[in-house]
């Protein structure tokens, strides 16, 4: 593969729920160290979209490409074993268990020598990549064994995001991962996203919030009514345009057809 | 929000900072019930006390003997319950499946002449096999546990009653089965088994420390690792001391510290008992991570069913027969309200197997020292009932402030 090749692409993904037409047509594509932030009205398609990428949907048409081949998702495991992470809106944490215990909740280590039967958690090793992986990404808790009911929102968010790295994903998913924080929280959150940028993973940001999508994001995708209405780079585009382009409406519209760049239509 | 960073390196100049916030944080959750055994354990010596003043016989080497004697069978049911505890769920058929599992060991020992061990084993493996069902029943049709257990609770007295016959009482007299609950260890046998506890705790407490000190884990403090040994050292040579006052270490309260002490290792160090926390705690975050929810519940409610055949085999031993008031009366609450007592949460997620013990202790001491007082069964329930409130509520309390901080 050629390095421009996108690591996920999808080509003319469609899906209909009923009557619906949740999406149509739809082209979309991450490249590695690339943050793409997804916007669009509700009911424009994000959710299917994502779902679809994570193998919760599975597209009526369109084919999906990851790192130039391409692929069939049909469940979450198979997206999870390409390398793709979902950070869903709800977190999913155990409020009852300490971060440790949080980010390795399912696939817990199990200390070596100990045998079989007693099956011992290697709590040790555990804490150890635990601290390791939140140094790396400058994340910070007050202490790795408090339980995450007591953290506050944006550290919340941070921990299930390094939740989604253990499997050493390659894109990243996060939905509305600011919804709800306030300001520093919102900051710390944005910072976690660029370090993720950093390490060179794709990471696809769906976000309500513009200011956060357009601090964050090198491109924005906007869908409306399940169609691609535009694909700008963010530095190249204003808030106008992309609310034009969300809600269909104002003279955002005329320029929209210039202003899609570097489309993989 | 504190704004200590992640602590990856060792800890120089903020590791006294770091202690004295651990101090603060300790009361913390001493007070709002995040450690609650340590609560428990105060109110415990409380109840020690107050007898104490009043009946200067209830902390004789005979009575605390006898004390944890009155308390194994209970506290065995309780191991299971704190299990289903932690998942959220309540488990109400435990009293009469003890009661059955029970009548089932005798019947086939006394009646089909079966050897005491296999008699034995088909009695657990009969409420396990309850257990079980009642998970499944419970997990795949998702009926409350209640209900499916409340049904159980009915089902299996009836069953008590019909494996019990015509007869009504059948005596145990097979020394194996009598033994459980009547063998005790002499003095010199008593001592070695402390020694052998405090030794063991120390080399796994040791190591363990060192393990994490190596792997550069931060707390290079031993002082919370030495407490801890000290006080486990300090309870041992104090039991085995009052034990061998009287009529030595008995087997019936060894069974019970060995399975509480094997279930905490299971419930807290292995994969499946995190899962088991994980499920209590939020069930579709479980899920999601890959969890299989319903066989963990079905695993869990196997375990409350064997739990509570052993507790039910040991009241037997103790009682020397099994009859038709077998896993009866009060016996289901008081099981499920020793743990809550000592700190598991109702709610799920939250709890210890340790609670089991020292809920079973807070239960039977209320009871024994109001028999030694004389006081009415009127009185008795009546203080029973008050204390278990009084828990529920720190529970309840202790989950508010939890959820308001959660928010902050």
Same mark, same amino acid.
């Given at each position: ?95 009852? +268990? ?44 007050? &202490?790795?064994? &408090? ?101 269909? +409406? ?16 | ?10 800890? /120089?100049?903020? /590791?006294?900072? #770091? ?18 055994? *340590? ?33 194994? /069978? ?22 009469? %499946? ?34 079980? *069902? ?8 998702? *009926? ?18 019909? %494996? ?48 994490? !000190? ?15 040994? !000290? ?88 009682? $020397? ?10 016996? $289901? $609450? ?27 202790? %807070? ?26 409130? $009084? ?7 202790? #989950? ?9």
């Amino acid at each position: 593969m050629s390095p421009d090749t996108p690591l996920l692409q999808l080509e003319g993904i469609s899906k209909q729920f009923g009557p619906v037409q949740a999406l149509d047509r739809v082209d979309f594509a991450v490249s590695a160290g690339e943050v793409v932030g997804l916007v669009g009205d509700n009911g424009a398609g994000k959710s299917t979209l994502v779902k679809t990428i994570a193998g919760i949907n599975s597209p009526d048409a369109g084919t999906i490409r990851f790192e130039g081949k391409e692929v069939s998702i049909g469940k979450p495991q198979d997206a999870v074993d390409l390398g793709i992470a979902t950070v869903y809106q709800d977190l999913a944490l155990c409020d009852n +268990l300490d971060v440790v215990a949080n980010l390795f909740l399912g696939r817990e280590l199990v200390a070596p020598g100990v045998g079989t039967v007693s099956r011992q958690l290697d709590e040790v090793a555990m804490e150890h990549q635990t601290g390791e992986l939140l140094s790396n990404l400058a994340v910070t808790i007050p &202490s790795l064994r &408090s339980e995450v009911g007591t953290l506050s929102g944006g550290q919340r968010q941070q921990v299930a995001v390094a939740r989604s790295l253990l499997g050493e994903p390659k894109v990243v998913m996060l939905d509305e991962p600011t919804a709800a924080l306030g300001v520093p929280q919102t900051k710390q959150v944005l910072e976690l996203i660029r370090r993720l940028r950093e390490r060179g993973l794709g990471v696809v940001v769906i976000s309500h919030n513009l200011a956060d999508v357009f601090q964050v994001a090198d491109r924005i995708f906007v869908l409306r009514l399940g169609h691609a209405s535009g694909d700008f780079r963010s530095t190249e585009v204003t808030e106008e345009h992309v609310v034009a382009a969300i809600t269909g +409406l104002g003279d955002g519209n005329n320029k929209q057809a210039a202003a899609p760049k570097e489309g993989t239509a | 929000m504190s704004a200590t960073p992640a602590p990856a390196g060792p800890p /120089a100049e903020g /590791a006294e900072e #770091k202690i004295a916030l651990d101090v603060k944080q300790q009361i913390r959750r001493v007070v709002q019930g995040d450690l609650a055994s *340590v609560r428990v354990v105060f109110g415990l010596a409380l109840i020690w006390i107050i007898f104490q003043v009043q009946e200067p016989r209830f902390l004789s080497d005979q009575n605390l003997t006898n004390l944890m004697l009155q308390i194994t /069978a209970i506290g065995l049911i309780s191991v299971g319950i704190v299990y289903v505890l932690l998942l959220g769920e309540i488990d109400l058929s435990v009293g009469a %499946v003890s009661g059955l599992c029970a009548a089932i060991m005798t019947v086939l020992n006394v009646k089909h002449g079966w050897s005491p061990y296999l008699a034995i084993a088909a009695g657990i493996a009969a409420g396990a096999f309850i257990g079980c *069902v009642q998970g499944f029943l419970f997990s795949r049709f998702e *009926v409350p546990s209640f209900v499916v257990t409340l049904a159980g609770l009915l089902a299996w007295q009836g069953a008590l009653l019909q %494996v019990l016959g015509q007869t009504g009482t059948i005596n145990i007299n097979d020394p194996k089965i009598v033994g459980l609950a009547n063998t005790f260890y002499s003095d010199t046998v008593g001592w070695i088994m402390a020694a052998v506890v405090i030794v063991a705790y120390g080399l796994i407490a040791g190591l363990g420390f060192r393990r994490r !000190v190596t792997a550069g884990l931060a707390d290079n403090n031993p002082v919370p690792v030495i407490v801890r040994f !000290v006080v486990v050292a300090v309870v041992t040579i104090v039991a085995v001391y009052v034990f061998n006052g009287s009529r030595g270490v008995p087997l019936a309260v060894l069974i019970f510290v060995a399975f509480v002490v094997g279930m905490e290792f299971v419930v807290k160090r292995t994969g499946f008992g995190r899962h088991v926390f994980a499920v209590g705690g939020n069930d579709e975050a479980a899920r999601r991570a890959g969890i299989r929810v319903n066989g963990v519940r079905v695993a869990v409610f196997t375990i409350a069913g064997a739990m509570a055949a052993i507790g039910g085999i040991m009241a037997a031993s103790r009682l $020397l027969a099994v009859n038709q008031g077998s896993g009866g009366n009060e016996l $289901l $609450l008081l099981a499920i309200a020793g743990p809550v007592i000592a700190g598991t949460s109702l709610f799920g997620g939250r709890g210890s197997v340790w609670t089991a013990l020292l809920g079973a202790m %807070v239960i039977g001491s209320i009871s024994n020292g109001m028999d030694l007082l004389s006081l009415s069964s009127a009185i008795k329930y009546m203080v029973t009932g008050g204390v278990l409130l $009084l828990a529920v509520l720190v529970d309840a309390i202790a #989950k508010q402030q939890r959820q308001t901080r959660g928010r902050a």
